[in-house]
């Protein structure tokens, strides 16, 4: 399996999922050109993108949707709340809904209900040959009855969004520090690293800190915070990074 981050942030959410029989990608939150570029800086034609998952409808995420299906014909795999709110797919065949799990192959994608300011949001594991990456982003926080299906994955993309401090502290009005910090919002990085402090195990490789604030959160600050959490946890775990908005990621093969 190959994983590479496309783009996290506020301004578009892409990553790039491979697995022995299918090229996949999570969220189409950049521009279809931009999308194209890094694909290709992989080797990879955007033409071969056979499935979508589209985790919400909020801009960020949904960008380019219009526009690939304009020129690509992948199958696009959507709640039925979200469909229902997509006018742009009504007339669009290759429509797959998903609910519980999703199964193309030898890969499985189980689908984690979230909770963020819309109608219905949702995350990914996907697992393919004993090979397994969780894709967390755009909740204010995550049932316990998920975290035994997240436990001891291979490599997780995890939302860090804000630090509670610059948050609270910061330029945001009242009611947008309401809503981020709120039940239906992000994840901050404390609340992400004691999650993953309570996930990850000896089968983990990898965790990009995914979908980081401009204006609420550093790098630094989301790393300096696991790292802390983690060494509480007594967790010796390092191989932690941060997605960057315009920068993709290491390809990351497990």
């Known amino acids: 399996m190959k994983i590479c981050n496309l783009a996290s942030g506020s301004e578009g959410n892409v990553t790039y999922v491979e697995t022995s029989n299918h090229k996949i990608l999570l969220d189409l939150g950049m521009t279809v050109k931009y999308i194209k570029e890094n694909l290709s800086d992989l080797s990879v034609n955007i033409e071969e993108i056979d499935y979508i998952f589209i985790t919400h409808v909020h801009d960020d995420h949904i960008k380019a949707l219009k526009s690939f299906i304009k020129k690509y014909n992948p199958t696009i795999c959507v709640s039925p709340k979200m469909f229902s709110e997509l006018e742009v797919l009504k007339d669009y065949e290759k429509i797959l809904l998903y609910d519980d799990a999703v199964y193309l192959d030898e890969t499985s994608i189980e689908i984690i209900k979230t909770s963020h300011d819309t109608s219905d949001s949702r995350s990914f594991i996907i697992k393919n040959n004993s090979k397994s990456v969780a894709y967390i982003t755009d909740t204010g926080f995550i049932n316990t009855k998920y975290f035994k299906k997240l436990e001891n994955l291979n490599v997780y993309l995890f ?9 609270l502290h910061g330029p945001y009005p009242k009611w947008l520090k309401d809503r981020v910090i709120g039940p239906c919002g992000h994840l901050s990085n404390k609340d992400s690293s004691i999650y993953l402090a309570k996930i990850i195990g000896p089968n983990t490789k990898k965790i990009l800190l995914t979908h980081l604030s401009h204006k609420n959160n550093t790098e630094e ?8 959490i983690f060494a509480e946890y007594e967790i010796p775990f390092t191989d932690i990074k941060c997605a960057k908005q315009r920068e993709k990621s290491e390809l990351i093969e497990i």
């Open 159 to 167: 939302e860090s969004n804000h630090d509670i401090e610059m948050l």
């Open 221 to 228: 600050k989301a790393l300096s915070t696991i790292k802390e």
